[in-house]
């Protein structure tokens, strides 16, 4: 991008500065982003969600198949309802 912007003279140290500020904000941003998920995935071991998860989902009285299904169902629905935002 840095040859097409030369190329069409567009190229000048205001747009170098304003790509390199946007560049450090989107960076940042997804690094606040990894910092939660991996803080939320350390709360919950410690209070032991996924093992309750694990435990009452093999409670359940159904087949394999039957949990399998249920959960690509949610994944789809998250995957459709999460799209628009």
């Known amino acids: 991008s840095l040859f097409f912007a030369a190329i069409e003279g567009k190229l000048s140290l205001r747009l170098l500065n304003a790509s390199a500020e946007a560049t450090a904000r989107n960076t940042a941003l997804l690094g606040l982003i990894i910092f939660g998920a991996y803080l939320l995935n350390y709360i919950l071991t410690i209070i032991n969600v996924p093992q309750a998860l694990a435990g009452l989902i093999s409670g359940l009285p159904l ?17 459709t309802f999460m799209e628009g935002f």
């Open 63 to 79: 087949p394999p198949w039957a949990i399998m299904c249920c959960i690509i169902g949610l994944y789809f629905a998250l995957g």
